[in-house]
């Protein structure tokens, strides 16, 4: 029987900025096809993480393995090769383009024509279809990371980086968000989630990974990491 390869692989990873080290021998896993939550307060050096995942920053050590193929400082395109895609804290959408126009820019990467991009999106984002025509600024923030969310699945990622989803959004848009992400997960996209509030993110997830201060504290199911999570949040509710 052959050996299931995890979607990514993260091992003894150090990393920082000049001479600050941020990251100090960080090492975990995303299974295929689950919802990882990368959780832990602010500083604690989860988008560092992502950044070196998504080689955005070299690490100084360890391993980034995606697919099972060693990818420390591979260039974007061949990230995108192996499957990986990104949505920064941001969302990094193009404002002055419409709703259509900022999906259909993805066509290139993707395996489905134009049209058939598009009606994936719309069907899966209802509300991107009342406003494909719409420049993509004037949106609410919640249909903006829709937006950002419909553009990535249209490259059919085997590997989705998700930063700070919930970050300036109304608590029912994350809802609705965060039940996006799990049905992601369901169709088989391996999702790995960084974000500062914890309890949204692990609804829909299957594996927690809690870090503190540039360190891995706790990694396990949602049920089991509570106490760890409350540890790294002071007590308070993450």
């Keep these: 029987m052959t050996e299931r390869v995890n979607a990514l692989d993260v091992i003894d990873l150090t990393a920082g900025y000049g001479r600050i080290e941020v990251l100090h021998g960080v090492s975990f896993s995303v299974p ?66 419409t709703v259509v126009e900022n999906i259909s820019l993805f066509a290139f990467a993707a395996k489905a024509t134009p049209r058939e991009i598009e009606e994936r999106s719309f069907t899966q984002f209802p509300r991107l279809a009342e406003r494909r025509g719409q420049l993509a600024g004037k949106l609410s923030g919640g249909e903006q990371q829709m937006l950002a969310m419909a553009r990535a699945l249209s490259t059919d990622p085997a590997l989705l980086l998700l930063d700070e989803l919930s970050m300036g959004l109304a608590p029912k848009i994350v809802e609705d968000l965060y039940e996006i992400v799990g049905e992601i997960g369901r169709q088989g996209v391996s999702v790995l989630v960084v974000e500062q509030f914890a309890r949204r993110a692990l609804a829909v997830a299957q594996l927690g990974i809690v870090m503190v201060q540039g360190r891995v504290t706790a990694v396990g199911e949602p049920a089991d990491i509570e106490g760890e999570l409350s540890a790294a949040y002071l007590g308070g509710a993450a």
């Design 32 to 97: 295929s096809g689950s919802v990882v939550a990368l959780l832990g307060p602010n500083g604690a050096g989860k988008t560092t993480t992502l950044n070196c995942i998504a080689g955005v920053l070299d690490p100084t050590g360890g391993h980034v393995h995606i697919g099972g193929h060693h990818l420390n400082g591979a260039a974007p395109d061949r990230l995108a090769r192996a499957g990986l895609c990104t949505i920064p804290e941001g969302r990094g959408i193009f404002p002055n383009l």
